[in-house]
């Protein structure tokens, strides 16, 4: 079935700083790859997304690039700041298929003042 | 306007017995989809509904069902309790069937002792 991966598992930057968050899926159906930030205790609120007919897509500090050959993705987060401290998850779905996303592992980031 | 509204936030349940989780969606979102998410397994699709239908069902044992009523408001119910079952679980409404603009709700936090 789908597979989704992400790494790392942890990302320490210091503000200001750029982070960047990887993910590779399994499923070349994929077309919908969505990134939710999950605070402690909170839940998932997604900040951003890209479909498979777009290679880059941006959001002031935020930005999101899509290799589909290589079916890759990854998040881009630019002068970082201590409220993006966070869990982030990626995902991946077939949105002509089977209607769920598949997450990957997340990531935690810390960005220290 | 109000977002997806789970119930309760959290649970405390003995091994073998049942339990109900509530999720209302947004006003007006007909489709309500079901995650489970613990530190091991992350985040993994149960079911989705739409429609008072369940449209698709992820990889769990048929302990885990659920329904969706006319107003749209869907329950889950795990029966025969078991320790794995300790898990954050998130609903997820969105306005029609699929993962395109996903909501997800606070979730419950089950524990199963």
């Known amino acids: 079935g789908e597979n989704v991966e992400q790494h790392p598992s942890t990302l320490s930057v210091q503000e200001g700083d750029s982070a960047v968050i990887k993910c590779t899926y399994s499923?070349?159906?994929?077309?919908?790859f969505p990134w939710y930030k999950q605070e402690l205790g909170k839940r998932p609120q997604l900040i951003i997304d890209?479909?498979?007919?777009?290679g880059e897509k941006k959001d002031q500090r935020i930005a999101v690039t899509l290799n589909k050959t290589a079916k890759h993705f990854s998040l881009h987060i630019t002068e970082t700041q201590p409220e993006d401290s966070a869990v982030y998850f990626c995902?991946?779905?077939?949105?002509?298929?089977?209607?769920?996303?598949?997450f990957g592992t997340g990531t935690r980031l810390l960005v220290s003042p | 306007k109000a977002g997806v509204t789970q119930t309760p936030r959290y649970l405390i349940k003995t091994r073998g017995q049942q339990v109900t989780l509530s999720c209302s969606p947004i006003?007006?979102?007909?489709?309500v989809s079901w995650y489970q998410q613990t530190p091991g397994q992350g985040l993994q699709f149960l079911f989705e509904?739409?429609?008072?239908?369940?449209?698709n069902k992820g990889n769990f044992p048929g302990r885990f069902s659920g329904r969706q009523f006319s107003n749209s408001r869907s329950e889950m119910n795990v029966s025969t309790l078991e320790l794995g079952d300790s898990a954050l679980y998130l609903c997820?409404?969105?306005?029609?069937?699929?993962?395109?603009?996903?909501?997800f709700g606070s979730g419950t936090r089950l524990t199963v002792v």
């Open positions: 997820a409404s969105s306005l029609a069937r699929g993962v395109d603009g996903y909501t």
């Open positions: 995902a991946a779905a077939d949105t002509a298929g089977f209607q769920k996303l598949v």
């Open positions: 006003s007006g979102h007909r489709s």
């Open positions: 509904y739409f429609s008072e239908t369940q449209r």
């Open positions: 499923d070349s159906a994929s077309n919908y």
């Open positions: 890209i479909r498979s007919n777009v």
